[in-house]
């Protein structure tokens, strides 16, 4: 074990970075779409409702090892039969559009769920000043949901961080990708993935710590208000 992490531990460290790095850029554009699709679900519209359920249901339904061929294969193939075109998407470029559509779809019921928190008395107040339903929206409601919403937030990229893994299947050298062209190497299959799991382990655990750690100063934060 000691040799394999002499010899490929830059290699499964810089692996992890990619893996990090990507399940970043998935949360960064699953926060937008989720913020889109969470402010649809919750304004009195029916339109605006419907389009956010398809969008949820939609993305939630598909498995996202089949979400994550459609985009790499499937999507390319789409666009180059119709235009013969040369368009193609990097690993990286797919499995970013990959996370976010999925981490989205739970991210857009998270910022849902983190609104509807909010006293409805917030908004009737703030549209009694003559706030437009948007502005009451930014400057209101969202900086009161978020507050709810960090702990789950960071839940969600834990799971997206283990989702990472599924990307292998279309090239992208995340953790397990690189992991498997060890084992190729050395065929010591126990010791790479035991070192692996800790890998994994030691960041998940350190982001359960983290979300922990912000719930209890919420919590602490909300009692010293109460007092007040």
């Given amino acids: 074990m000691v040799q394999i992490l002499q010899e490929y ?44 359920q398809v969008f949820v249901d939609a993305i939630r339904g598909v498995p996202m090892i089949v979400l994550a061929y459609f985009i790499y294969f499937g ?39 983190g609104i509807q928190s909010v006293d409805i008395g917030q908004m009737e107040a703030a549209r009694s000043l003559g706030l437009p339903y948007s502005k009451a929206m930014r400057k209101v409601v969202l900086p009161q949901a978020i507050k709810t919403m960090i702990p789950s937030i960071i839940n969600q990229f834990i799971i997206t961080l283990k989702d990472t893994s599924i990307l292998s299947i279309i090239g992208f050298p995340e953790l397990v990708n690189e992991a498997n062209s060890v084992v190729a190497i050395t065929f010591k299959s126990f010791q790479v993935w035991f070192i692996v799991g800790i ?5 998940i655990t350190a982001l359960s710590k983290l979300a922990k750690h912000i719930e209890r100063r919420m919590a602490k934060g909300e009692r010293h208000r109460d007092k007040h």
């Fill in 75 to 113: 999507i390319p193939y789409g666009i180059n039969s119709a235009f013969d075109a040369g368009f193609t998407l990097s690993a990286l470029q797919a499995g970013t559009i990959c996370l976010a559509l999925n981490c989205g779809a739970y991210m857009a019921e998270i910022i849902r769920g």
């Fill in 199 to 203: 890998m994994y382990l030691i960041v």
């Fill in 9 to 52: 531990g830059p290699l499964l460290l810089k692996s992890m970075g990619n893996t990090l790095l990507l399940a970043l850029c998935g949360l960064f554009f699953a926060c937008i779409l989720g913020l889109i699709f969470g402010i649809l679900s919750v304004v009195h519209n029916k339109v605006c409702n419907i389009i956010a």
